[in-house]
């Protein structure tokens, strides 16, 4: 696992709202508006650190299946606004009664809600303490503490009442953030708990559907290219798709039921390069997961992706790097999901080169967004959709009906990078 002093040097763009946000609604929808802070605290590999969390990821699916406790290894949509990080999706929510605000990293490859990392937990009328332990190893920390239900608000009139959260009396890897807002899959939280390890635990998104707030347990995600610290550029949608934020329709694919990829939000798809439709990587299963910053492929897809592109390693990054004048000949990538071609254009599969020197990288290169996952294709997760993917496609994971939908955006195309 990462330790706190390793993720001290992560690059973190974290969108926090303002003391008083202003709330705006439209369509039924609502929004609240964010504000950027840029913080540049050293040099790290984000390749690195994506890799480590795939294979805890990986670990704790196998943990899972095999037994063994976690811990080793009309219709009502209502939107907010959520950050853009140069590692996760960061949002503010409010916990208690009168609530404080709490910066929680959005995460849709673990499924616990809780706090205390940075800020401490203020107890209120409505904190609850139950008899239960609470622990959750990621691979960019670990927390443990004490499980309290509690109301949790994540906007004006998106409240939830006796919602399950940590509050942590140890957390390590967490910096700039108070904790996390868990939205994977239910079974995630088996294990969590101590003594009742039995048990799941209900999500935020299962709450509002079985409070009534939405009427559906789906909750969408879109997100838009970042190149500079000050843009309002992400939000969520719980229980309904905003259709201002995609165009065309929205493609759905069941949730992949090949091992390890099917504990969390996976799919299967196949990855081709180029006119041509050279094969990247042949139909297999893999994540779509919200705290992974790159596109990670198996290491003998990325070795084929290396070759059709001409890249090379770089080692200040840990990235792969082309010359301006390869970028000027870079293919567009394509991803083949239940049916439906998603293109990734060549400007997608870029660094925004206005954050390069930000990265330890030179201003006259161009850093790939593809990162090799560090394990061969044939393991049961061989690709992680992240988020520079995410920022791409506007997505919904669809608890009811197991399944992840995809559509384009008018940032599909864009050039941003």
Not at 174 to 181: E, H, K, Y
Not at 309 to 324: H, I, K, P, Q, S
């Amino acid at each position: 696992m990462l330790t706190s002093s390793f993720l001290l040097t992560v690059i973190l763009l974290a969108l926090t709202s303002t003391a008083s946000p202003v709330v705006t609604v439209r369509d039924s929808l609502i929004r609240l508006p964010f504000a950027k802070r840029v913080y540049k605290a050293g040099l790290l590999s984000l390749h690195a650190r994506d890799q480590v969390r795939v294979h805890h990821l990986k670990a704790l699916a196998k943990a899972k299946s095999t037994g063994q406790p976690s811990t080793h290894a009309a219709t009502t949509v209502v939107s907010v606004n959520a950050t853009n990080s140069v590692v996760d999706y960061v949002l503010d929510v409010g916990v208690g009664t009168p609530p404080t605000t709490y910066s929680l990293l959005v995460d849709t490859g673990s499924s616990n809600t809780w706090v205390g990392a940075g800020q401490r937990f203020v107890r209120t009328s409505s904190s609850v303490e139950t008899k239960d332990r609470v622990s959750v190893t990621y691979g960019s920390g670990e927390f443990s503490g004490t499980e309290f239900t509690d109301t949790v608000t994540l906007a004006s009139g998106l409240v939830i009442p006796s919602q399950s959260i940590g509050v942590a009396t140890r957390a390590e890897g967490f910096q700039g953030v108070d904790g996390i807002l868990g939205i994977g899959p239910t079974d995630l939280t088996l294990d969590t708990l101590r003594p009742d390890s039995g048990n799941t635990v209900p999500t935020v998104t299962d709450n509002l559907f079985s409070q009534g707030t939405i009427t559906e347990d789906l909750v969408a995600v879109s997100f838009e290219p970042t190149t500079s610290d000050s843009i309002t550029n992400g939000e969520l949608t719980f229980g309904g798709t905003d259709s201002s934020k995609f165009t065309g329709k929205i493609s759905f694919a069941p949730v992949t039921t090949t091992s390890p990829a099917n504990e969390f939000w996976g799919i299967d798809e196949t990855i081709t390069y180029g006119a041509s439709g050279t094969t990247i990587l042949a139909e297999t299963a893999g994540i779509v997961d919200t705290g992974t910053t790159l596109l990670l492929i198996a290491s003998d897809a990325f070795s084929l992706y290396q070759k059709a592109t001409g890249a090379v390693e770089d080692r200040n990054t840990g990235l792969l790097r082309l010359t301006t004048a390869q970028f000027a000949k870079l293919d567009s990538l394509f991803f083949n999901i239940n049916g439906t071609t998603f293109e990734f254009t060549a400007n997608a599969q870029a660094w925004p080169r206005a954050l390069n020197t930000a990265i330890g990288g030179n201003t006259n290169s161009v850093y790939l967004v593809v990162g090799n996952l560090g394990t061969p294709s044939g393991e049961g997760l061989d690709f992680v959709n992240g988020q520079v993917w995410l920022e791409r496609f506007y997505s919904v994971f669809d608890t009811t009906n197991r399944r992840i939908g995809f559509a384009t955006t008018s940032f599909t195309n864009a050039t941003t990078n």
